[in-house]
């Protein structure tokens, strides 16, 4: 693949640049040249895909000190130097500081093509790696961060990791509470825009009056009171990530603005008429249909339309029960460092109870239970029963708690459909009759 790669030169002699040139591109690898080493700096950067071929002897800069400057940003850059006959010892000297190779003058093209050719495999082999470990380094933090082994939440993390290196803005959708702003972390820090700012507004927190100024930034005198300059969120995440959480509630007004942005890829501030290019991915959060709203008047369509190109949708909590034990365990292990209270044991009755509970306020609840079961403050929901009541329940008395629990949870969530109810916990429907008579739930189960 080094046909993807380029060979940036920097020759101050013109007639050895383009012979250089001719001879690399005659072989069909991509070049760029450049006169000096303060010309070739905009080009370079520490992923730069490519090498680089200088002469020693520059105006200005020379090649050392070039070399030197290079491999501090960079120690796997391949930097092949171009020597005259006098240069022998300081050729030698560059091998030692970290340089590739070195071409001494009067040399062949087809030398020259050899030596990019070998410098080229080598840094592709680099940029692969560096590529892979990117990836691994990513997948592994959405891992950690993105708990639960139910079908949902794989695919919620495969989604991810397939999105994350992507230039698409994102909208999230999920119930409150369950991990919007968590999800759109994750897709900062797992993609190549993780070393720019993360900026986080919360829609609904801001005033209308105080919104244009604070997303777009401002001018000195723009409006009474702006005594200076203002750079606002969109700005400061030039280079990375905008959250928007609740961004049904950004005003209509906003809305327009924000969009001509997404589309243009430029800003005013408040008070000017100069455009600012900007380089941020929009990451926006909802928990409202912003379809449903987009034809009843209250959201922009054409906004909506632009922001839902790539969707996630979150899967609440009640639908991934078999990831509760997991969480609850993650968060006492958490709630008990933070206030520095012992890990509370298992408890088999109060793990049935959490599983039988809908999870109205979803994964922020459940840490909230976590936090109040580290304190020894375990009122509120899901109940847990008598605290005083510490007895060891035989295994029995125990799984059967768990299961009517289970059972109850079903019938209500489907409406007492034992149809419904069955499919959903994977019985048959004899079963499941059964075990509503034995567990007296025939009253939840009266569909």
Same mark, same amino acid.
């Given at each position: 693949?080094?046909?993807?790669?380029?060979?940036?030169?920097?020759?101050?002699?013109?007639?050895?640049?383009? %012979?250089?040139?001719?001879?690399?591109?005659?072989?069909?690898?991509?070049?760029?040249?450049?006169?000096?080493?303060?010309?070739?700096?905009?080009?370079?950067?520490?992923?730069?895909?490519? @090498?680089?071929?200088?002469?020693?002897?520059?105006?200005?800069?020379?090649?050392?000190?070039?070399? #030197?400057?290079?491999?501090?940003?960079?120690?796997?850059? $391949?930097?092949?130097?171009?020597? &005259?006959?006098?240069?022998?010892?300081?050729? @030698?000297?560059?091998?030692?500081?970290?340089?590739?190779?070195?071409?001494?003058?009067?040399?062949?093209?087809?030398?020259?093509?050899?030596?990019?050719?070998?410098? !080229?495999?080598? #840094?592709?082999? +680099?940029?692969?790696?560096?590529?892979?470990?990117?990836?691994?380094?990513?997948?592994?933090?959405?891992?950690? #961060?993105?708990?639960?082994?139910?079908?949902?939440?794989?695919?919620?993390? +495969?989604?991810?990791? %397939?999105l994350a290196d992507s230039a698409a803005d994102v909208l999230i959708q999920g119930e409150t509470g369950t991990g919007k702003e968590l999800v759109?972390?994750?897709?900062?820090?797992?993609s190549s825009r993780r070393k720019g700012n993360f900026v986080a507004i919360n829609c609904g927190g801001l005033p209308e009056t105080l919104f244009?100024?604070?997303?777009?930034?401002?001018?000195?005198?723009?409006?009474?009171?702006?005594?200076?300059?203002?750079i606002g969120k969109i700005e400061y995440a030039n280079g990375g990530t905008l959250f928007l959480d609740e961004i049904e509630t950004m005003p209509?007004?906003?809305?327009?603005?924000?969009? #001509?942005?997404?589309?243009?890829?430029?800003?005013?501030?408040? &008070?000017?008429?100069?455009?600012?290019?900007?380089?941020?991915?929009?990451?926006?959060?909802?928990?409202?249909?912003?379809?449903? !709203?987009?034809?009843?008047?209250?959201?922009?369509?054409?906004?909506?339309?632009?922001?839902?190109?790539? +969707?996630?949708?979150?899967?609440?909590?009640?639908?991934?029960?078999?990831?509760? $034990?997991?969480?609850?365990?993650?968060?006492?292990?958490?709630?008990?460092?933070?206030?520095?209270? $012992?890990? $509370?044991?298992?408890?088999?009755?109060?793990?049935?109870?959490?599983?039988?509970?809908?999870?109205?306020?979803?994964?922020?609840?459940?840490?909230?239970?976590?936090?109040?079961?580290?304190?020894?403050?375990?009122?509120?929901?899901?109940?847990?029963?008598?605290?005083?009541?510490?007895?060891?329940?035989?295994?029995?008395? +125990?799984?059967?708690?768990?299961?009517?629990?289970?059972?109850?949870?079903?019938?209500?969530?489907?409406?007492?459909?034992?149809?419904?109810?069955?499919?959903?916990? %994977?019985?048959?429907?004899?079963?499941?009759?059964?075990?509503?008579?034995?567990?007296?739930?025939?009253?939840?189960?009266?569909?």
């Amino acid at each position: 693949m080094t046909d993807a790669l380029k060979v940036l030169i920097i020759e101050d002699d013109p007639d050895v640049r383009l %012979g250089c040139e001719e001879a690399l591109q005659l072989e069909g690898i991509l070049t760029d040249s450049v006169a000096s080493a303060e010309a070739a700096r905009p080009l370079l950067g520490k992923d730069f895909r490519g @090498v680089i071929v200088s002469d020693i002897r520059l105006p200005r800069m020379d090649g050392m000190t070039f070399l #030197r400057e290079v491999l501090a940003v960079d120690p796997q850059l $391949p930097v092949v130097l171009i020597t &005259g006959h006098g240069d022998i010892s300081m050729a @030698v000297q560059a091998m030692k500081d970290g340089a590739h190779d070195f071409i001494q003058k009067p040399f062949s093209p087809e030398y020259l093509v050899e030596v990019v050719r070998r410098a !080229l495999e080598k #840094r592709q082999l +680099t940029l692969e790696v560096r590529d892979l470990r990117n990836r691994l380094d990513g997948r592994d933090q959405i891992e950690a #961060r993105l708990i639960g082994n139910a079908d949902g939440m794989r695919k919620l993390r +495969t989604l991810i990791s %397939g999105l994350a290196d992507s230039a698409a803005d994102v909208l999230i959708q999920g119930e409150t509470g369950t991990g919007k702003e968590l999800v759109a972390r994750c897709l900062h820090e797992a993609s190549s825009r993780r070393k720019g700012n993360f900026v986080a507004i919360n829609c609904g927190g801001l005033p209308e009056t105080l919104f244009e100024s604070e997303i777009f930034g401002h001018e000195a005198g723009a409006y009474t009171g702006a005594s200076k300059r203002r750079i606002g969120k969109i700005e400061y995440a030039n280079g990375g990530t905008l959250f928007l959480d609740e961004i049904e509630t950004m005003p209509v007004p906003m809305q327009i603005k924000l969009l #001509r942005v997404l589309q243009e890829r430029t800003l005013e501030r408040l &008070g000017s008429n100069t455009p600012i290019p900007i380089d941020c991915r929009i990451v926006a959060a909802t928990k409202e249909d912003l379809r449903a !709203l987009s034809e009843q008047g209250r959201f922009r369509a054409d906004l909506y339309y632009r922001l839902s190109v790539a +969707t996630v949708p979150l899967p609440p909590l009640r639908e991934r029960r078999e990831d509760i $034990p997991l969480l609850f365990q993650h968060f006492l292990l958490q709630a008990a460092a933070r206030h520095g209270r $012992p890990v $509370p044991a298992d408890d088999a009755a109060r793990t049935g109870q959490l599983m039988a509970y809908h999870w109205p306020g979803n994964v922020r609840e459940l840490r909230n239970v976590a936090d109040r079961c580290v304190l020894g403050i375990e009122s509120g929901a899901p109940p847990f029963g008598n605290e005083a009541d510490d007895r060891v329940r035989p295994l029995a008395e +125990t799984v059967n708690a768990f299961e009517r629990a289970l059972i109850a949870d079903a019938l209500r969530r489907h409406h007492g459909s034992l149809a419904r109810s069955a499919e959903a916990l %994977g019985l048959a429907k004899t079963t499941l009759h059964d075990k509503i008579r034995k567990y007296g739930l025939s009253e939840i189960g009266a569909g």
